[in-house]
DNA sequence: GTCTATACGCTGATAGAC
DNA sequence: GTCTATCAGCGTATAGAC
């Protein structure tokens, strides 16, 4: 392990400050698209100081990555392989579809970064999400061996699953224009019942 | 209606020749991730040859949008409401995959733009895009009262169809990751059978 | 129509005073 | 720790020769 300092009250909080910052920044514009000096003028700081934090634009970046795949990645580490199969599955696109209503700028974060060809999560991808995802899908597949859900195919249900409910956050700008601004009562409705009707055996 | 001068096969050719390498360009990394240098290279031409052509960086991406964006609807406006039910929107599942398969710069140079708020093809949104989707809702919604599909959101039907479809092409370098290279045959094998499922009176 | 040269603002990053 | 001043490089766009 590295030895590090530890931090100083105001260093805790300009870290965050810049942190908070960035998420809206990156999440509205992308890597390339965002700039120093606006995720330092919405951290209320001179982009000097910021840099005395994080060292460069790509330091913030990833740290910022990295703090919110965990959070990310929770309602799926949190399917219980031991549960009634229906009820995880559909407790996952609840907590999917909330996440788009909470957490819209971290979703967007992350679809920037894989529709330009995640040239900087491909790690994180390659990685923990692999290695979860492998593990959910072989789950599903005992699931629909057990004759417990219909079979299907579990890897383009997972896809299926994100897609429908991350749509909600990264295009919601097209749906606002759409359908108008929305609480998404009715989009968990709606798959709620899609999925329902798809895996009842 | 403005008269303009009708165009030389040398302009033509160079023309065509920008747009395709901005279509690979702005597909990959955005508005703004994208540089007019990266363009200019992958077209074969000079940076200032291509300002020539078309002014500024803006009106090359406007051009490419209006290009493309007929060809992106044309699914959606083939639907037939006077057909069956089930069969159109089979059909138009189908095809939107298979877009995804044939097409998916074409479908990450909206999905870049929608992502970061639309701010370039908002006009395109509220317009065209609009005044079909609010008439393939109406039709969907008919179909519902007949009695001919089973009663859903419709407005959340096409959403679901757009975000699972795309899914393939924006998503595509996550995929990659997880699944490996697909045709995508599996794909519309799966959704054809989850809206089959879903509409299935 | 196409090129070289260049202007010029913006962006990431550094130096150094306080 | 935070600031002002500043730099180097990139990216858009223009001028002007050919």
Redesign the pocket.
């Known amino acids: 392990m590295v030895k590090t300092k530890p ?2 009250r ?2 805790i909080r ?1 870290r965050h400050a810049i942190l908070a910052a960035a998420l809206e920044v990156f999440s509205q514009h992308g890597f390339r698209g ?4 606006q995720i330092a003028k919405q951290a209320n ?5 910021l ?2 934090y994080f ?4 330091t913030v970046f990833v740290t910022l990555l990295n703090q919110h795949v965990d959070a990310w990645l929770a309602p799926l580490r949190e399917i219980d392989q031991d549960g009634e199969p229906l009820d995880e599955i559909l407790t996952y696109v609840r907590r999917k579809v909330q996440m788009s209503r909470d957490m819209p700028r971290e979703s967007r974060l992350f679809a920037n970064e894989i529709v330009q060809g995640a040239p900087r999560v491909r790690e994180h991808l390659a990685g923990d999400l692999k290695q979860l995802f492998d593990q959910t899908s072989a789950v599903f597949a005992r699931w629909m061996d057990e004759g417990r859900i219909a079979r299907v195919d579990p890897d383009h249900l997972i896809y299926s699953i994100w897609a429908t409910t991350q749509h909600y956050a990264d295009f919601g700008a097209q749906i606002d224009i759409l359908t108008g601004p929305d609480t998404l009562d009715g989009a968990e409705a709606f798959l709620v019942n899609l999925y329902t009707k798809m895996l009842t055996p």
């Open positions: 931090l100083s105001v260093q300009n965002a700039t120093l000096d700081m001179s982009k000097p100081n840099i005395y060292a460069n634009k790509e």
